[in-house]
């Protein structure tokens, strides 16, 4: 039972473009939601968040916008640069009780230059 | 370094022998999370402890695998008898809860164990 899906595994974009990750979740009671980029050998690196009152957060050059009625979210981001190649998760939590993080299966992002 | 550190970063064994992962978090983090991530897959949660408190496992967690906290500070996570179905990496996580946080939820990962069982 997958909670949280990640359809695509591999996203390729030219650099200075944007990049669109996509996500979907399917259990109603997940309030809180958060993009991880993760390098090869590393543990993820927590990149933006959003709480499911508001349907937009912004910092930088990426933002996360979250559909509550199509159980969706998206990362935007924007200008894509060579150093944003990386796999990116998403992830989903209940904030009341174990916080803990239902993760997908993760997209490979390659910026091409 | 103020993040979650984890001890080995790789470690490889021998099917049947036991071995032990630590992991020490930030320091003001209440919360203490293991996650196992396979290759291919999103981490998938084992157990948290709030606290000394382990509060919640997965059904992941099998008999051969144990987790302490014993002082509420750092933690460990011994697996016995491994089988090379448990080759993955061990990832530990730590956060404040969300009231402690401000109303946010973000899970500090470290670097990782990697166990790789011959």
């Known amino acids: 039972d997958q909670q949280v899906k990640q359809n695509s595994p591999s996203l390729s974009v030219q650099e200075g473009r944007i990049s669109i990750l996509n996500c979907d979740y399917t259990?109603?009671?997940?309030?809180?939601f958060l993009w991880y980029k993760k390098y090869p050998a590393e543990g993820p690196t927590f990149l933006i968040s959003?709480?499911?009152?508001?349907d937009k957060n912004e910092d930088g050059r990426f933002t996360v916008f979250l559909n509550k009625s199509a159980k969706h979210l998206s990362l935007h981001i924007v200008p894509s640069q060579p150093g944003d190649s990386a796999v990116y998760f998403c992830?989903?939590?209940?904030?009341?009780?174990?916080?803990?993080?239902?993760f997908g299966q993760g997209t490979r992002l390659t910026i091409n230059p | 370094d103020t993040g979650v550190s984890q001890d080995p970063r790789h470690k490889i064994t021998k099917r049947g022998q036991n071995v032990t992962f630590r992991c020490d978090p930030i320091?003001?983090?209440?919360?203490l999370y293991w996650y196992r991530q396979t290759l291919g897959q999103g981490p998938e949660f084992l157990t948290y402890?709030?606290?000394?408190?382990?509060?919640?496992k997965s059904r992941l967690l099998s008999d051969r695998f144990s987790a302490e906290r014993p002082k509420g500070s750092f933690s460990t996570l011994e697996i016995q008898r491994t089988e090379q179905g448990d080759s993955a990496m061990y990832l530990c996580?730590?956060?404040?809860?969300?009231?402690?946080?401000?109303?946010?939820?973000?899970?500090?990962f470290g670097e990782g164990s990697r166990l790789t069982v011959l």
């Open positions: 259990n109603s009671m997940f309030d809180y």
């Open positions: 320091s003001e983090h209440n919360r």
């Open positions: 992830a989903a939590s209940r904030l009341q009780g174990a916080q803990k993080l239902v």
């Open positions: 996580a730590s956060s404040l809860t969300y009231r402690l946080a401000g109303g946010t939820g973000e899970l500090f």
């Open positions: 959003i709480s499911s009152i508001k």
């Open positions: 402890f709030q606290n000394e408190a382990q509060l919640e």
